[in-house]
């Protein structure tokens, strides 16, 4: 395994811990991006990886995505992220998800973690609870995180129809929606509720057959779905969905979904805009779980205010298509660009509000010494 600095997906970050637990047979990596606006949030993925470098290279990418995100939602928190290597459905144990909570504990709140792939909320409630205080998310204080981030996904489509298509209504547009889990199923109903028909695929069958009763939905296998003959597609499963092998196959004029790490690689949001395909930024789009869960870290909850701040995803997007459309580059790079404004602009209040508190004790102590002499 490449040490992180040498990763390609190393970027700057502040932490990289290696966490290991030779009781439970845990093996994970906790990766701090920046803490510059707060702490670090971001949840834990649990997943067989094939290799220590491949779940290193994930936990890069998942944590400085996550500092873009929660800088773009304008919250006062930094990025992190977490991996435990190994099969939730045959792995997971109370044990093991304590033992790993407690090297969470240890770095003393600069990194905050939930739930991700194949990590509930009930491993967080019981099974992280055993280990730290550092935990998010919890359904007991914000409920279920699901309509918040759907919601995010559903504006940031919005946004994106009207900025490509010309349309302020997604109805009679196709979308296919590509994962129907608990937030997938959300944007879907969004979906047709705005007069939307839907095209969906999922590798749970039985996730793909309530979407199709429920929602009138067109079922399609799930290496399909990129095939399909629609306006949008929107990625609501695993990242690294867009890439060489699936990019020539779309017939979708945007892409716009709520999953992670969406792009293979950097290049694939090029190569989607070079296409004429725009490219709704994951990071941006998928934000709404964090303004819902983010309560439980800054000690103050209103669902009514972070449904506001939700809503307010559309703006953002609309801003971020406009720059991209007068600059000619990605969204993506110009939404990474104003995230990373934001934080250049707090490292440099920050020193200014150190630098004068410094010349104010040199005054304050010079004014003491004259006073002795």
């Known amino acids: 395994m490449t040490i992180p600095f040498d990763n390609t997906e190393y970027d700057a970050h502040e932490n990289v811990v290696f966490c290991c637990d030779a009781e439970t047979g845990l093996r994970a990596i906790i990766a701090i991006h920046d803490t510059t606006l707060g702490p670090a949030a971001g949840g834990c993925r649990m997943w067989p990886y094939s290799s220590a470098t491949e ?6 990418r998942l944590s400085r995505a996550m500092t873009y995100k929660n800088a773009l939602a304008g919250l006062p928190l930094g990025g ?3 991996v435990i290597i190994g099969n939730a459905q045959t792995q997971k144990t109370p044990k093991l998800l304590a033992a790993f909570a407690r090297h969470v504990e240890m770095l003393g709140g600069r990194y905050w973690t939930a739930e991700d792939v194949g990590i509930g909320t009930r491993d967080v409630e019981e099974g992280f609870a055993r ?3 550092y935990i998010f ?3 007991r204080h914000t409920g279920d995180p699901a309509p918040f981030t759907a ?3 559903f504006e940031g489509m919005r946004a994106a129809v ?3 298509l010309g349309r302020k209504s997604l109805s009679g547009l196709r979308v296919a929606v590509q994962g129907v889990g608990n937030v997938g199923s959300e944007l879907c109903r969004l979906l047709q509720e705005a007069g939307a028909s839907l095209v969906v695929s999922d590798v749970n069958q039985a996730a793909v057959q309530r979407a199709v009763e429920a929602f009138g939905a067109h079922p399609v296998d799930p290496d399909a779905i990129y095939d399909a003959d629609v306006d949008v597609f929107a990625p609501c499963a695993l990242g690294g969905v867009i890439n060489d092998a699936t990019i020539p196959r ?3 004029t945007v892409v716009s979904g709520v999953a992670n790490n969406q792009l293979a690689h950097a290049r694939h949001g090029r190569e989607l805009h070079a296409r004429g395909v725009l490219y709704a930024p994951d990071f941006l789009v998928n934000a709404g779980g964090m303004h819902n869960a983010s309560g439980d870290i800054l000690g103050r909850y209103d669902p009514k205010d972070a449904m506001r701040r939700v809503v307010h995803i559309y703006e953002v997007a609309r ?9 000619g580059r990605p969204p993506e790079t110009v939404a990474e660009e104003l995230a990373r404004q934001r934080i250049s602009e707090a490292k440099a209040a920050a020193t200014r509000t150190r630098t004068e508190a410094v010349r104010s004790e040199a005054v304050s102590g010079t004014g003491t010494r004259s006073t002795a002499k």
Request: no cysteine; aromatic share 4%; glycine share 16%.
């Open 55 to 60: 779940a290193l290279t994930d936990v890069l």
């Open 80 to 82: 992190g992220k977490s």
């Open 131 to 133: 280990g730290t205080k």
């Open 137 to 139: 998310g919890l359904t």
């Open 151 to 153: 919601r995010g996904g």
């Open 162 to 164: 009207e900025h490509k």
């Open 250 to 252: 779309l017939r979708a």
């Open 319 to 327: 801003e971020t298509f406009a720059r991209s459309a007068a600059t």
